[in-house]
């Protein structure tokens, strides 16, 4: 991931086009450096032509009368002048046979890291190094990947070279947008000073104006094919250049270049206290953050990884780096879907947001909310949705899933109600459901840890049987309510994939017990005048916040049936699916429809829908629920919105994640998790990107109550004394997580190295989530790290 060093300023030379001068000015970088009494790295990941014009080798030659203290070296070496993944390409081919594979982007940069990690630990002063890449930001490496994505994941801060050329204008301003859009620190603009053109001076104010340091330097001489007489004239253009006095655009730059370092490190080091004096945190007790060291600083993050901010790291005798590389073990509150970062989507975004920023929706339309509606209608909506809303988030998407039941219920019922009527109408649902932080959507919710003090619960909640593997064996707990004494009852199943073939289990003894009690209890219900209900609310398969509670589908698909059921309620009761955390695959399925075998009325997505970059919900009904508004009174209308409502960045990104995501269903990784689980037949509809295997042992480790994994899902419940919400139980077993581990193993973090884990707990319940193209390399690392802390764990 990024690296970061007290005594050791990194950067990275980017160019605006080939033939700018990159080496030119690195070399001038690097005598000024050299002048300073620095000890200098010049790396050159990619090399490409005849060894003694190599870049590296200009430097060496060139590096001035400081050069002992240049360390100068070239990674990746081929002989043919041209674009490196060609000549990879060329290069094998030259040696016969069929041609190899071309390195991969994580064996480069992978490299790159190493490299980097060894200079910087046999450091002790102030050190620069200068990382040249080849060509323009976009010409490719090695894999055939652009480098600005190939080289990202190191986030090492950057310089530009400017083009001082004709055209060279656009393609710098052109490639510092690239970089701006991917996220990177551009320090400075370098560039030649061209009196026919004059770029420079329009450069130097168009940056300026946005804060961006920039140099013009004198150009070199013509090059002259006499190679004693052409050192002589280049060696003294660099004296010109870089004078002994240590004055000049060069010696500010590098000036300006050990100040942004300087100020990077300062501000990452305040940002704690800062953060503590500043920020109120959602879902965090105030009181039991100590100190400073309790607040994880994100400095960047990519991939599956944050880049945290870690002092400790630059305090050892063998200093590594100040920002080290820690896993999103929740998947960031549920959202990630193809990772951090990903370019694709942020430039998605910059797209929508340079074609309409924000634009009014009401009686309006335009093409990326149009499109991702009508995605939506024939994906997850397909064969029962007709319309799409959009708001905000899940809980907005939920409060308008509520407002859309409820009126629907009135207008299907034909009941003329008083408005105190109306106000008690009430909902049924499961005990551990939770659908958003609005104070209606936790209304819809018994009374518990997230409820405020204006929390009126309305409605009716029963204990769900839950799905779980409990010391190696499948099992549907089924609680006291259901067994008809004080103790829980276990159903054992022969594999998973037999809980939820719910079809063929509506023919079981079980699903009779299931509707004769639900029949029972909802009549006993119906007949208490205290209280309508006018909704199912359900959050299908698995309740997140409530503990990731995995409910037995036939039990849900029951509770459908029965509150359809004619002879209980005249007029049915609108069905809502809160798919907000397990819709769009995160449980391996596109929506819990076709698993459960029955469609909601109205169903809620979010979080994923975006790919983890920009909240945006979306509210689908049947046309039965849209009926319910229609008329020709505005009053009657859906009175319901949000100022940011169907916003374009949000559409647009949702589209692409969608197309990302139909892509990865088609994935070999898929395939392959798919079959682990299932290797007799074609395709399951229960699996997970976690080991079978891994899930069965740990589930039978004593301290283990029951373990239980889906689609991106691993949650863990601990047998301990202080259960609940409120415990730290899990948050304390599993501390040691957090810190990076050098256990000498390979690691799969961008970059290599060790990482630490940043996770989230519900009380003794440990969750873990990956996203959907989350490698199996970074999963089984995970799993090694918890079965190495949980196997060791005693009871307390």
């Not at 190493?114 to 080849?134: D, F, G, L, S």
């Not at 060279?168 to 370098?190: H, K, M, P």
């Not at 919400?725 to 970059?751: C, E, F, K, V």
Request: proline share 5%; aromatic share 10%.
């Amino acid at each position: 991931m990024s690296h970061l060093y007290k005594h050791l300023r990194i950067h990275q030379v980017f160019g605006a086009n080939t033939d700018v001068g990159k080496t030119i000015i690195t070399t001038a970088l690097i005598r000024a450096s050299l002048l300073n009494n620095n000890r200098v790295f010049y790396l050159k990941p990619v090399s490409t032509g005849a060894p003694q014009d190599a870049d590296d080798e200009h430097i060496k030659r060139y590096a001035g009368p400081q050069k002992h203290l240049l360390d100068a070296h070239c990674l990746f070496r081929y002989g043919d002048p041209v674009s490196p993944h060609l000549a990879v390409k060329m290069a094998s081919e030259k040696q016969g046979g069929e041609v190899a594979p071309m390195p991969s982007d994580e064996t480069f940069v992978n490299s790159v890291a190493e490299h980097i990690r060894k200079r910087a630990k046999a450091m002790n002063m102030p050190a620069h190094m200068y990382v040249e890449t080849a060509g323009g930001v976009h010409s490719p490496t090695l894999s055939g990947t652009t480098q600005l994505d190939s080289y990202r994941p190191l986030f090492l801060p950057t310089i530009l070279i400017g083009d001082s050329k004709l055209g060279g204008i656009s393609s710098t301003i052109s490639s510092f947008e690239s970089l701006s859009l991917r996220g990177y620190i551009v320090d400075a603009i370098l560039l030649f000073r061209d009196e026919y053109y004059r770029n420079f001076a329009y450069l130097t104010q168009y940056f300026s104006e946005r804060g961006i340091h920039v140099s013009a330097l004198d150009p070199p001489p013509p090059r002259i094919d006499d190679h004693a007489e052409n050192f002589v004239n280049t060696e003294k253009y660099y004296s010109n250049l870089v004078p002994d006095g240590h004055r000049g655009d060069i010696f500010n730059a590098v000036e300006h270049l050990d100040k942004c370092h300087t100020q990077r490190i300062q501000e990452l080091d305040s940002m704690p206290r800062r953060t503590l004096d500043a920020i109120w945190w959602p879902f965090v007790q105030h009181g039991s953050v100590k100190s400073e060291k309790d607040v994880t600083v994100i400095d960047s993050a990519w991939s599956d990884f944050f880049s945290i901010y870690d002092t400790s790291s630059g305090n050892t005798s063998q200093p590594t780096s100040l920002l080290q590389p820690q896993l999103d073990g929740s998947a960031s509150w549920w959202t990630q879907a193809v990772g951090h970062s990903h370019p694709t989507l942020a430039l998605a975004a910059a797209n929508a947001a340079g074609r309409y920023g924000h634009v009014m929706f009401p009686q309006a339309t335009h093409l990326p909310a149009l499109k991702l509606a009508e995605r939506l209608l024939q994906g997850p909506g397909k064969g029962w949705a007709s319309r799409a809303f959009f708001s905000d988030n899940g809980s907005t998407g939920m409060e308008v899933a509520l407002k859309m039941a409820l009126r629907s219920f009135i207008v299907s019922s034909g009941l003329e109600l008083t408005s105190p009527e109306k106000q008690s109408l009430g909902v049924v649902g499961l005990k551990g459901s939770y659908h958003g932080d609005t104070i209606g959507a936790m209304d819809a919710c018994e009374e518990g840890v997230y409820t405020c003090e204006w929390h009126k619960a309305k409605g009716y909640w029963f204990e769900p049987p839950t799905v779980s593997l409990r010391r190696g064996q499948v099992a549907v707990s089924l609680p006291p309510a259901l067994t008809g004494d004080q103790h829980q009852a276990v159903e054992i199943f022969e594999n998973l994939a037999r809980v939820y073939d719910v079809e063929q289990r509506m023919k079981s003894p079980l699903a009779g017990h299931y509707r004769q009690y639900l029949e029972k209890n909802i009549r006993h219900l119906q007949e208490d005048n205290s209280r309508k209900l006018a909704a199912l609310v359900l959050e299908p398969i698995v309740m997140g916040a409530g503990g990731m509670i995995f409910v037995d589908p036939l039990f849900q698909r029951i509770m459908v049936e029965v509150v359809r059921d004619p002879t209980l309620f005249p007029a049915a009761l609108p069905v809502i699916y809160d798919e907000v955390f397990v819709g769009l695959y995160r449980l391996g399925f596109e929506s819990a429809g076709p698993l459960l075998g029955v469609n909601p009325d109205i169903s809620v997505n979010a979080k994923i829908l975006t790919g983890g970059v920009l909240p945006l919900a979306v509210t689908m009904t049947s046309d039965c629920i849209f009926q319910a508004f229609k008329s020709d009174n505005k009053i009657d209308a859906l009175l319901h919105g949000h100022s940011y409502t169907a916003h374009a960045v949000g559409c647009q990104v949702a589209n692409v994640t969608l197309d990302m995501i139909d892509g990865l269903t088609k994935s070999d990784q898929w395939v392959t998790a798919n079959r682990k689980w299932a290797p007799a037949e074609a395709h399951s509809k229960v699996w997970s990107f976690w080991d079978p295997d891994f899930l069965t042992s740990i589930s039978r480790l004593d301290i283990v109550d029951e373990a239980m994994a889906l689609g991106t899902v691993l949650a863990i419940k601990f047998k301990v004394n202080d259960a609940g919400y409120a415990s730290h139980s899990a948050q304390a077993l599993l501390q040691s997580m957090r810190s990076s581990q050098d256990g000498g193993s390979t690691s799969s973090a961008p970059g290599g190295g060790p990482f630490g884990v940043h996770y989230r707990t519900l009380g003794n319940i440990a969750y873990f989530m990956t996203s959907l193209n989350t490698s199996r390399a970074t999963i089984e690392t995970l799993e090694d790290r918890l079965w190495s802390i949980i196997s060791n764990a005693r009871l307390s």
